[in-house]
């Protein structure tokens, strides 16, 4: 009898719906329309600080570097890049990034007989905000912060004098309050010089590894677990289940090339197409001009170009580039622009040796 009275008590409600879903004609069903069939995969991975660019060269040039890079930041943009080096390099960069978090990455590649080794940390910490309640929304005068790190171990080595493999294998870990997950990632990439003009070419796919599901004393929670009856332990302790989420895998091919040398000046383009999960295909264009034989390098580019809502836009930066002995002084600094916050500046310091 129940059951009856509870399946015709939804007729009215069911046939009020349909009216005023009617009444609200074409209207009604074009929101409909816009707001729920417009998915996309954005917002669908964990550790989305592994996106952000690292090197203000890399920057500056929209993020197309993959088969340019030459330095230790090759750990993050491609490892086959570390088989061209000749040299040891280190790189140190800071940046303040959006909304007061700050983003650092260091970097070191070392050559051998048997291809460059290479290790970078990217870490990413916001500042103490303050912990609120619905009780207390001013603040209950506990603070709590987040972090992000990734810690990868790469190798480079050229197989031939036009091409070269390399591959990383890092950590990854994420922390909010008392509350972290970790995964493992592995990268791949290629370069290959072309005999056309000395035309390069990269490819790499980033981040490729475990998902990720965050756990932590914040996830435990007091429940009673049967709340119809009384005398029981209404306090019991519980843990929420989290989803786990995938990493921001990353496929990214790259062509580069001079477009001019005349003596001691020289202009380089780059076009990168990049196809993540977590998101549409897009482009990254750059562009370097080096003067003076490469003591002064002005850069701009583009990044994320075709995507809709592109949070990515114009980037513009300079670099020093001056030789003392057998050390090598490279200083970098770029200029991001970004669509919903303040424009972002990169400054890189890069010794070789």
Known sequence: MMTTNR???????????????????????????????????????????????VGARATAMGSAITALVDDATAVY????????LAK??????????????????????????????????????????????????????????????????????????RFAIGGSVKYVTERISTSNAGGVAVDLGTTFVTPFRGIRLGAAITNFGTKMKIGGDDLLVRVDIDPNNRGNNESSRASLNTDAFDLPLMMRIGVAGEAFRSGSARLTLSVE???????EQYVNLGAELGLLGDLLMLRGGYSELFLKDNVRSFTLGAGLHYGFGPL??????????????????????????
């Open 7 to 53: 399946r015709y008590g939804l007729l009215p409600a069911l046939g009020l719906l349909v009216v005023m879903t009617l009444a609200g004609g074409r209207e009604a069903f074009a929101q409909f329309d816009n707001v729920t069939r417009d998915v996309t995969r954005r917002g669908t991975s964990a550790a989305e600080f592994l996106a952000i660019p």
């Open 88 to 161: 040891g390099s280190l790189t140190v960069e800071h940046a303040e990034w959006l909304a007061g978090v700050t983003f650092n990455y260091v970097a070191v590649a070392m050559p051998s007989s048997f291809g460059t080794f290479g290790f970078g940390v990217t870490a990413m910490r916001t500042p103490e905000m303050d912990v609120t309640t619905v009780e207390a929304q001013n603040g209950t005068g506990e603070t709590f912060d987040a972090s992000s790190y990734a810690f990868a171990v790469s190798y480079g080595r050229a197989l031939t004098d």
């Open 328 to 353: 090598d002084f490279v200083v970098d600094y770029a200029y991001e622009q970004q669509a919903f916050f303040d424009g972002v500046n990169r400054f890189t310091l890069a010794l070789q040796f």
């Open 77 to 84: 943009w491609n490892p086959a890049g570390l088989g061209g």
């Open 273 to 279: 197409a990049l196809n993540p999960n977590n998101s």
